[in-house]
């Protein structure tokens, strides 16, 4: 068996000590959970992809080692090695986490790796001490991005901190094959990172910076590891499962994968299920475009991330397929209607750039069972990468819910027949920027304000105002609500119940009912509950003012007091006005309807309920007379 070996890197005793790397706290600080490493990674393939007319392919191998297969496993990675020096840095907390999942690897002799393989992209090209190059930004260099295309989805590099993050060891292990002969052509190259507390040697002599090498070891003293390359590269990586296809691209291996926020282990399949849905989630717009392809891999069976397989995400792909189609006024389900909505970006420091730029916000009006992601604006730009689902909810009127897309610089023109300008590339750059290492919104920036002169912050918090009353005048036109009239509203009822105490000046509790019928039943796929019902009063001399929806949780067919949030509810009842506002903490559904409205349907979901407990539909109805009477 060829194997490599572990180096780590020596400083002196007055040189600063590191605990654990910065750019792990920094990428690690957004939103818990896989979100962060799936984004973070297929960005980083996405942009890595090849200037042709092929896809950046994607494959997530998920595999737990067992056994002999651990065994063998470990030895190759010259873990023993690596072990002496993560056994001298336990004296942080970073080194006792480390410590710790060496003792449950060894004790159970199981490690997980997960093998992110893509292909059809550069690779990792560039010299061992180049000062620019993809080699030393993905795997050298803390804090240097090399990217520098006005498309590319990062420009912190940050985003490659999550490897070492989601590693339980903080140990990472890369096999390129190169697109180009930079350096040489001898693929495939392969070499491996791990980033350890700064530790001394067990004589307390030498002290070690905490960065390690996984490579070939020169003459050199005190050099690191350099990469292995071709037919010696490819043996160890057969013996690291680490093989790859002949293609351009690469594999990076993250040893003893985990989710690092999770209170528990997740098992292979569930991991898989999230990376895929994840994937669509937050590239959909590289994916349907055809720039990206993911797969997962668990077990040898492989799943393909398909819109078709998620259709939660098909409106806002309509948006772009319907574009073209577009109509004034969303009069139908599934009509698509779009706005143009102006950026000034201003001019940066060195008089460079600056353009009256055009974001094109692009609308669809939502269709029965579109419940996920219902009223979110997708915010998008030439990366192929949703940036953030916007929730604008609280502008939607009536029965007028939608998905929207909110495309930016070069991803201005998509779904049309129509290419980049040069103001578009401006806008890219602006917006770029204007995103904060998680690349998860639009805001004003440390980059921005280094890089633009006044105004900047005026054009990137417009963006979302904006919006917003863009919004208004496409899926929230003036409803006609007439004269109020002189308040006499009753009190709640449960449909088909007497009033809960109390009554109007003119009707007794008897005849102050209301009737209807509801449904509710789980779904397994997106594991909440849906419901729909209709109500109207017994009386025709009454008016429905408000219908309030909640949901109750059951134990041994009795109510209790714990409630489950109402994630969203519409009407078909024309002009009713939808609210979600909070009762004692939990969010419920309101609707509000025109004077005069005898009846109102409604259909509507919960929030995901993984417990399905049983829930029951409760609602509640303000009437009154009807104004006039």
Sequence with gaps: MMSGQWGFTTSRPTDARYGDDVAKYAMSHGEPGLKTFVREVLQNSNDARLANDQPARVTFRLKSLQGDEAIEYLKALDIETWSEHANLATDTESGKHIAEAIKRIKDDEKIRILTIEDENTEGLLGEENADESNFTALVRDVLFSSKSGDTAGGSYGLGKAVLWLYSGLSLVMFNSTLSDSDPKDQSPRLIGRTRLPTHKSEDGDTVYQGHGWYGGLNDEEGARPESIWGEEAESIADDLQLSRPDGPGTSIQVVDFRVPTAEERLNDEELADQITEMAIEWFWPAIYRGNLEVAVEVEGETKQASIDEYPQYEPFTNCLDNRSNSVDQLAEPGDVTQAAISIDVP???????????????????TDTGEYQHRNEVAFVRGAG???EYYDRDRVVVGNQDFHAVLLGGRARPWGTEGCPQDTDTIVEEFLTA?????????????????????????AVEGIKSDVTEALRGLVAPDVNRGATGPQRLGNRFKIGNESRGGHSDRESPSSQRVTGSTNISFDEVYTHWSF???VEPLSDRNEIRAVTVSLVRMAEERATSDRLPVQNISSDTAGVSISLPEQKGVQVGRLEPVPGTSKISFEGVSKEDHRQVETRLKVSVEVAERRGD
């Design 532 to 534: 729909n019902g209709e």
């Design 385 to 387: 990468m949703v940036v």
């Design 347 to 365: 001019e940066k420091s060195d008089g460079s750039g600056g353009a009256d730029g055009q974001l094109d916000l692009v609308v669809r009006r």
């Design 434 to 458: 204007a995103e904060p290492p998680q690349h998860d919104e639009w805001v004003r920036t440390e980059t921005l304000a280094n890089t633009y002169s006044r105004g900047f912050r005026t």
